[in-house]
């Protein structure tokens, strides 16, 4: 094993290697072609491939394990975006989706057999110790290699024909996340190809899936865990199972164990003892405040928020980590741009040779790589403006464009925003994003601290996110006006150099499939147009109210996670679709101002004093007006779906609602429930003064169908 590392800043980045010399330790022999420009490392067990600036490729190291790309070259000359290896190949993407393998031919090195599903059009590509699975355009999946490994999909060939989004490995198996939530795994069954035990949990709601050598572990949007593949491996979580039966935002896995990361930063860990499954030494310091977490196959270490570093696992191979323990202590990840190394000398652990060269500069490649549907998606901007005011920095790349090439893969459906974080780990929709984003980043947090207020937040945010996104979908898609602007505009976010062909295309395909999608999602037709309509006029009538008495967000002076939810919402309401932006610049000048403020909002100053828990006649207006609505819509739509019933009809305000029934929302109910039982008495009891005489009443009654009383309101 060997390590690389790339130092400096875009064009100027060199590389620094060092380990076992003919793992790729030893890049002497290319060393005047890694001097600069490189803007990406990928290793596999004894070679190494980095992709320049110019979209050449250079490789060292072993030559059957791919070291040697000299039968290849010509292809690797310019336009490669991505490498990516298996245990002993190399799998490069190019500008056009064209993959180029090279290594060893039974492990993928050798694509010829698929080589024309290869030629264009894939967007990821994915290696374990055997084979390879490549993601197209189209959401279909390419395989090859060891058919044992999953070179061989056959199997399962009519669930990967479409609407897959991200692939994930052990070392002999894949899993597959397809655009449902659901997963479909191929490859050894020991090592999680089969996943038939936990099938019926694996159906929908997955929105995360990791591997390591010999099982999988899923994440669905419940924060729930589900494990399998070798039990001692991990497969089997039984033993932790209700501290991951909720709230887990990541897991990682090494070579046979999982750490999981739960919202509070504490660490859950399972599978084999040795390697990392038993983190019991270390536990007083995983209980809080960890944000990351990486593992080699026989340990694990865990950066937590103020810097520090914990380790545990083989000691031998860097679960011990005394030697350097001054030096992570505090400023990781890379504060100064200095590397420390321990572990096993010959792997890596023993830096000394090339010091000098990791004392400073090493880039840091971090950034947050937001991979969004395009500006005119409300919750792809909300999580952009987070990013701005939290000044967070990241990559901006509209999925299916011209830039959407290379990236590492994406968590969820495609429609909604994802953020791809420094440890590769994706997270889709905007509030467990968010969430994620306050795990890790301690500054210009946007959940408030006082937990009633926090509640109130939650509960705003959700009504932004449900039932705000009505009126956007409704006047978008419900008067000519505003769908002969959605369908000459979108397109234009992906790109505004297409040939004229394909726009035109594309504005047809835009317009018959959101006109379908408003009246099947939203719920827009004839009988519920009054209502939405109305329910809009009365939201911007009260914000309008709430900054005209002096208050600059929905919490005082600081803004919320649901100011930013609004602010979605509103960029396409307020600010782009003509009837609205009509509407609200006439009635709600105010709201209109809110929006264009909240677009950046990177040099406004705050403090905690800024979030104001006083509940003002015009907040509590807001509230009034949230629940007017929404509560009882939610209330019946989760009877619904408890009923099996693929409609809502629902009187909201003495008026008849009828729309389809949404799971999602569902679930959405469920966890305010849950987070609302969970307060305190003291937050409690604040909660229900703010709430009293909202209409929220009836969304905290006590549910005969759960366990949980939700009837202290």
């Not at 928020?305 to 990781?332: D, F, R």
């Amino acid at each position: 094993m060997a390590m690389a590392r790339s130092r400096g800043r875009a064009a100027t980045e060199d590389v620094v290697t060092w380990g076992l010399a003919d793992a790729g330790g030893d890049s002497s022999a290319v060393a005047p072609l890694l001097a600069e420009g490189v803007v990406q490392v990928c290793g596999n067990e004894g070679a190494f491939a980095a992709t320049k600036a110019n979209g050449s490729v250079v490789t060292w190291g072993r030559a059957p394990s791919g070291g040697d790309s000299s039968a290849v070259a010509p292809l690797l000359a310019e336009d490669v975006v991505q490498v990516c290896g298996s245990h002993r190949a190399l799998a490069a993407i190019k500008a056009n989706g064209r993959v180029v393998t090279w290594g060893d031919a039974d492990a993928g090195g050798d694509s010829s057999a698929v080589a024309p599903l290869l030629a264009n059009s894939v967007v990821q590509v994915c290696g374990n110790d055997g084979a390879f699975a490549a993601i197209k355009g189209n959401g279909s999946v390419v395989t090859w290699g060891r058919a044992a490994y999953g070179g061989d999909s056959s199997a399962v060939a009519p669930f990967l024909a479409e609407g897959v989004v991200q692939v994930r490995r052990s070392s002999g198996a894949f899993a597959a996340i397809k655009v449902s939530g659901s997963v479909v795994t191929w490859g050894y069954a020991s090592r999680g190809g089969d996943s038939s035990a936990v099938a019926p949990l694996l159906t929908e709601g997955v929105v995360q899936v990791c591997g390591n050598q010999r099982a999988f572990a899923a994440i669905k949007a419940n924060g729930s865990v589900v494990s399998w593949g070798d039990a001692d491996a991990g497969g089997d979580s039984s033993a932790v199972a209700g501290l991951l039966a909720e709230g887990v935002v990541l897991v990682c896995g090494n070579g046979d164990a999982f750490a999981a990361i739960r919202a509070n930063g504490r660490v859950v860990t399972w599978g084999n003892a040795d390697n990392g499954g038993d983190s019991s030494g270390v536990a007083p310091l995983l209980v809080e405040g960890v944000i990351q977490v990486c593992g080699n196959p026989y340990a694990f270490a865990a950066i937590k928020a103020n810097g520090s570093v914990v380790t545990w696992g083989y000691a031998l191979y860097g679960g011990n980590s005394s030697a350097v323990a001054p030096l992570l202590a505090e400023g990781v990840v890379q504060a100064n741009g200095s590397v420390v190394t321990w572990g096993l000398a010959e792997r890596g652990g023993d830096s000394s040779a090339v010091a000098p060269l990791l004392a400073e500069g090493i880039a840091d490649w971090s950034h947050k790589v937001q991979n969004n549907v395009l500006a005119g998606s409300p919750y792809s901007r909300k999580v952009l403006s987070v990013l701005r005011f939290r000044r967070i920095p990241y990559r901006w790349i509209t999925r299916g464009s011209l830039d959407d090439k290379g990236l590492q893969d994406a968590a969820g459906p495609p429609l909604l925003p994802n953020v791809i974080f420094d440890d590769g780990e994706s997270v889709a929709d905007s509030t467990p994003i968010i969430k994620r984003l306050e795990l890790q980043f301690p500054d210009r947090k946007v959940h408030p601290s006082h937990a009633g207020l926090a509640f109130l937040n939650s509960l705003l945010e959700d009504y932004a996110d449900e039932w705000h996104t009505k009126h956007m979908f409704h006047y978008r898609w419900w008067f000519k006006p505003d769908i002969i602007k959605g369908g000459r505009m979108l397109p234009m976010f992906y790109s505004h150099s297409m040939p004229d062909a394909q726009y035109r295309g594309f504005e047809k395909l835009v317009i018959e499939r959101q006109t379908q999608r408003v009246v099947a999602v939203t719920g827009s037709n004839e009988i519920t147009a009054p209502v939405i309509e109305e329910s809009y006029k009365c939201l911007i009538s009260v914000l309008n109210d709430h900054f005209s008495s002096g208050t600059r967000f929905l919490f005082g002076d600081r803004p919320s996670s649901a100011d930013f939810a609004l602010f979605g919402q509103l960029t396409q309401l307020a600010l782009f679709d003509p009837t609205p932006s009509d509407l609200t610049e006439e009635r709600a000048p105010r709201v209109v101002g809110y929006t264009m403020f909240m677009e950046d909002m990177s040099g406004m100053d705050v403090t905690d004093v800024g979030w104001d828990i006083r509940i003002s006649s015009t907040l509590k207006a807001i509230l009034a007006e949230a629940g007017r609505f929404y509560a009882p819509w939610m209330v019946a739509n989760a009877a619904a779906v408890a009923q099996g019933a693929k409609e809502v009809r629902a009187t909201l305000e003495g008026k008849l609602f009828v729309a389809s029934s949404f799971p999602y929302q569902a679930k959405c109910l469920r966890w305010l429930r849950e987070e609302y039982a969970a307060l305190s008495a003291e937050a409690c009891a604040y909660v229900d003064e703010a709430l009293d005489g909202t209409g929220f009443r009836v969304m905290f009654e006590k549910d005969p169908s759960s366990a949980v009383d939700h009837s202290r309101l």
